[in-house]
């Protein structure tokens, strides 16, 4: 199973970016799909996840209202559209995929088995 993470980039405090999370090499009927960020010094927390339906998503409080997660399943991509952001939101951005569950409240275990290597997001002030 592979992950490949795109869209990092620098933008100002305020602007938008919009990530993806490219899955290959999987076989699995159902699974959740999960963002998660790393600042410099700080543990990685869960920020969103969906199911491979994409019908269920669940939100961490620290990023619901600005954040939106979705997916294209004829792509095999999972994005995350961030709007209004924060120079704090400052970090390597992973999406991870967990098998054989259906439930994105998963996120909380932050013990993904299929991990993708980062994109930097970085919010100037």
């Known amino acids: 199973v592979q992950l490949v993470e795109s869209g990092g980039s620098l933008v100002q405090a305020g602007g938008s970016l919009r990530l993806s999370c490219a899955v290959s090499?999987?076989?699995?009927?159902?699974?959740?799909i999960g963002w998660f960020r790393q600042a410099p010094g700080k543990e990685r927390d869960g920020l969103s996840s969906?199911?491979?339906?994409?019908?269920?998503?669940y939100y961490t409080d620290s990023v619901k209202g600005r954040f939106t997660i979705s997916s294209d399943n004829a792509k095999n991509t999972v994005y995350l559209q961030m709007d209004s952001l924060k120079p704090e939101d400052t970090a390597v951005y992973s999406c991870a995929l967990e098998p054989y569950v259906t439930d994105p409240q998963v996120l909380a275990r932050l013990t993904f088995d299929y991990w993708g290597q980062g994109t930097q997001v970085t919010v100037s002030s």
């Open positions: 090499g999987f076989i699995f009927d159902d699974y959740v």
């Open positions: 969906i199911s491979s339906s994409g019908d269920n998503t």
